[in-house]
């Protein structure tokens, strides 16, 4: 077992096929390093530093011990999982879904039970119904429950990480110990298995406008198209397909959920006038960011309410656009109402942000990509761990948790898992007890002083004695 103060290293572990490389591709993601070429013992062993959500640790792929010629499965595979027995800290030992479970498995498996290295065992190409099934086969295999994997498509990814987790911790070993500070801000940009690259700049963004009807969606939507450009085809420029148009702002591709061609088009087959719920629905699950519209004039309603709901519960970023704002009279006061509406009725969103337009007018439109784009970096806020850790430290130092029972709680670290939204694991022993109020305390407070207002932040609670 290596020393404590070494970084994490896992060793990936199984009989050919299985996915091992391609787990180690997307562990290590474009960072990859070929190391160790060793004539005779190892031929391209590889090893990488390698990333999963806020876990950093190496990683080797022991394929390149298969390649030794002259050499009995038998031999090879002893000294492969010896190796890695010897040289890692937890071993990810795999297997085939699809195939199941193979007496090569099987011995693998005797040689990892009688060591001490923890292991955590992966059903591999679980993808699909056939893989599901076929992970159901681990039980025999006799090393726990089995994560279920796609190493191909990026599925599973956070349970990997909670088992590993939970696997280290429960061996007294803190899997975040290893971390400073400077390394895991650069991390921030490296390569995360669980979540989509932040800024591709072929990917253009997803943006819809939802809100009930005769707000004036259509009208903003040809208004941010162009009013040339009304919506009765491809023009140069605009790029249509049956939900959506693309369209370039300041040399972003900005993909826009096409409220207005629905719209003409229930006008067209059955003169509907209204977009349904379901097409509202439709644009919140299509969209990163999305742009809910309300008629300055009429006010918050309780349907729009319910809109933002549905935003807020599918996690996407969400910004107020006050249409009709010629119309208005008291301008101060309808946006300090709201303001006001908004803040007692999506408690979940603090600090929404609102921009007051219209539409007809063309006036205001223009703050409102500026505004969308701020919300959607906010939405893809990573928060390094060091960081999250002595905040959590403060925080719940200035307020500590409630005893329940006679027992005090204890949050005691808190990673993030995912971005998009931000989304943080906080660690704590009894986490079924930690009330609602205390929760929001700790949410309200990530998201001022990490700078993520108006985005959905979430906290998950993960045990830990
Ligand atoms: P290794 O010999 O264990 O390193 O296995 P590889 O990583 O080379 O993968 C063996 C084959 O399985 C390749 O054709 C991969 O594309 C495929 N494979 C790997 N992971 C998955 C997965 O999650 N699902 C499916 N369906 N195929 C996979
Ligand atoms: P949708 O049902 O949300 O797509 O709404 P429309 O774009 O069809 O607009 C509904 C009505 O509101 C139309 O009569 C528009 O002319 C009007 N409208 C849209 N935007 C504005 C605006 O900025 N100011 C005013 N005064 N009226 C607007």
Redesign the pocket.
Known sequence: MVSEHHKLRFAIVGRPNVGKSTLFNRLVGKKLALVDDTPGVTRDRREGEGRLASLQFSVFDTAGFEDVVDDSMEGRMRRQTERAITDSDLVLFLFDARAGVTPLDLAFARLLRKSDVPVVLCANKAEGKEGQIGAAGAWEIGLGDAVLLSAEHGEGMLDLYETIVDRLEARGIDPFAHEDEGAEDDAGEAFDPDVEVIEDPLKPLRVAVV??????????VNRILGEDRLITGPEAGLTRDSISVVWTWQGREIKLFD??GL?KKARVETKLE??SAGDTIRAVKFAEVVIL?IDAVQGIERQDLVIADRVIYEGRALIVAL?????VEDHNKTLVDLKEKLEIHLPQVRGLPVVT?????GRGVDKLMPAVLTAYAKWNRRVPTAKLNRWLAEATERHPAPAVGGRRLRPRYMTQVKARPPTFALFMNRPGELPESYIRYLVNGLRDVFDMEGSPVRVMLRKNE
């Open positions: 809100g009930r009807p005769n707000v004036g969606k259509s009208s903003l409220t207005a719209r209204k977009l519209l249409n009709k704002w010629d119309a337009l219209s539409a007809r007018t």
